[in-house]
């Protein structure tokens, strides 16, 4: 039997004013972990997409384990052997989750005999998980696994999966990692798309790098360093941020015990926060997914009013003003979930301009939107933040997520906030994308705003971060200099510690 499984020759798919995959040729071995590598709009989704069923080719064709494979359908590729775990998890939170993978299967069986499947394989493959959890109740890293173990179920030849670690912890990581060599030892070939580099030179075997939608070149990622290939994706130089000097001025936001109650039944309230953040600091906020960020971002933005006094932005109160009056001050805010919350998906770019950049850019006139202006405002954005897009009437959801995070981030900073607090600023974008967009965010710090960035990749906030705060179970620790803070510090923080036994690790 040849150890080639999946062969790829010429895929070419076209949209209207983009030429997604072109003429794409690559091999997949058995038991082998592929990485698929390339900047946001370089083509990879829609290439597992084809691969997967949900999307059909302009040209070129698939073999799969020696045979033809054209798949009309997911349910088709499925049974060919062919699993995908997406990077937007597909679960019902109010399900449990045995109920919610008979759902992902075309022939489940009864709930015990499910139960007792999910139960073997999350044992084999050091998963485990409860089938009679609910969903909701779940951490992110929980809830990856019942995608995972849904797969698993249906006994894979390849596996592809798309960003699999951007909610995961780094322990969670391991865990991941251990089962996909696993998987591999076992013959089972796993396509792995991700922008985090040195997970590639980790984990992967080989890569097949696409550029505008071309295969540009192939590597070894164990014997590549974390730039070479991010420079192989950007075809030239990538730019590292750079820290201008600035001193701290005034306290321009100050949190005093903020608590509020969560608007989800699976989220987490927040608890008694208190924090101050002065012109031109970055102050980082790391916290594992769930433990209140989505909530701490929409007490800042007024989605969820608080108590008279508990949100003061240059001393007056903002506590109970709404997400537009507040932006009217100043106060500027980017949420994580980017289609659906920060941008509307069937709006056009121009449109989303609009829906966030009315007050300050002056967008309307007597109530009526100004369209000429609003559009100039978009191109704006797509040209200084590299939005890879046929233009600004281009629907939100045509864009990759790394394009559509620029587009939601350029948006914000653009209008020149007083303060601007961002969710996962870089989550899923590329090496140089992500330089860019922290970049932004310091030159933002640099020209005396206040910016809070709220991330779950630790690496970002120590680089841009000049004070760093752990949100654990809807609680803030005391915020700390970036500058020096050890790897366990940081731990004890992220678990919900006390200051008092995070300065005992300092003595």
């Not at 073999?63 to 060919?80: I, K, M, N």
């Not at 015990?112 to 139960?119: C, D, F, P, S």
């Not at 014997?223 to 590292?240: C, D, I, N, S, Y």
């Not at 709006?347 to 109530?367: D, H, K, P, Q």
Request: proline share 4%.
């Amino acid at each position: 039997m040849s150890d080639i499984l999946l062969t790829l020759e010429g895929l070419t798919k076209a949209y209207p004013g983009v030429v997604a995959n072109d003429d794409v040729s690559f091999e997949i071995e058995r038991g082998e972990v592929h990485a698929l590598l390339g900047e946001n709009g370089a083509g990879k989704s829609t290439l597992v997409k084809m691969i997967y069923g949900l999307v059909k080719p302009d040209a070129g064709a698939m073999t799969l384990s020696g045979t033809t494979f054209a798949p009309a359908e997911p349910r088709v590729a499925r049974a060919s052997g062919v699993a995908m775990v997406f990077q937007h998890f597909s679960l019902f939170d109010a399900l449990n989750v045995a109920e919610n993978i008979a759902l992902g299967m075309e022939n489940p069986p009864n709930q015990r005999q499910l139960a007792a499947e999910i139960r073997n394989v999350s044992e084999t493959y050091g998963l485990p998980l409860d089938p009679d959890r609910i969903v909701g109740d779940l951490s992110a890293g929980e809830q990856q696994r019942v995608e995972i173990i849904r797969c698993l179920l249906q006994d894979p030849k390849l596996l592809i999966m798309d960003e699999p670690t951007s909610v995961l912890t780094p322990q969670e990581v391991d865990i991941l990692f251990e089962t996909l060599r696993k998987l591999s030892a076992e013959g089972t070939a796993i396509l792995y798309i991700s922008h985090k580099l040195e997970e590639i030179r980790t984990l992967c075997d080989a890569a097949t790098v696409l550029r505008m939608g071309k295969v540009v070149g192939k590597c070894d990622p164990k014997v590549e360093t974390a730039r070479t290939m991010a420079e192989m994706m950007v075809g030239g130089t990538l730019h590292t941020p750079e820290r201008a000097a600035r001193e701290m001025g005034d306290v321009i936001l100050a949190l005093n015990s903020v608590s509020a109650a969560s608007p989800s039944a699976f989220g987490t309230s927040l608890r008694d926060i208190s924090v101050e953040v002065r012109a031109g600091e970055v102050l980082g906020i790391g916290g594992v997914a769930g433990n209140g960020q989505d909530e701490l971002l929409a007490a800042l933005s007024g989605e969820i009013l608080v108590e008279a006094g508990a949100v003061q932005l240059h001393g007056a109160d903002i506590g109970r003003l709404g997400p537009n009056a507040r932006r009217g001050l100043g106060l500027l805010c980017a949420p994580e979930e980017r289609l659906g919350h920060a941008a509307a998906p069937d709006m056009s770019l121009t449109e989303n301009a609009v829906l966030t950049g009315t007050v300050r850019e002056g967008l309307t006139n007597r109530g009526f939107v100004n369209w000429g202006s609003a559009r100039k405002f978009a191109e704006q954005i797509i040209e200084q933040f590299d939005v890879r897009t046929p233009g600004p009437d281009v629907a939100a959801r045509a864009l990759s997520g790394g394009n559509l995070q620029k587009y939601v981030i350029g948006r914000e900073v653009m209008q020149r906030p007083e303060v601007l607090v961002v969710n996962q600023p870089t989550w899923g974008v590329d090496a140089a994308a992500a330089a860019s967009i922290r970049q932004a965010l310091l030159d933002l710090a640099t020209g005396g705003a206040a910016v809070i960035v709220i991330s779950q990749d630790l690496d970002e906030l120590m680089e841009i971060s000049d004070r760093f705060a752990a949100l654990n179970e809807g609680r803030l620790s005391a915020p700390r200099a970036a500058s020096g803070l050890s790897v366990d510090e940081i731990g004890l923080m992220l678990g919900g510690a006390h200051d008092m036994e995070v300065a005992h690790v300092e003595a």
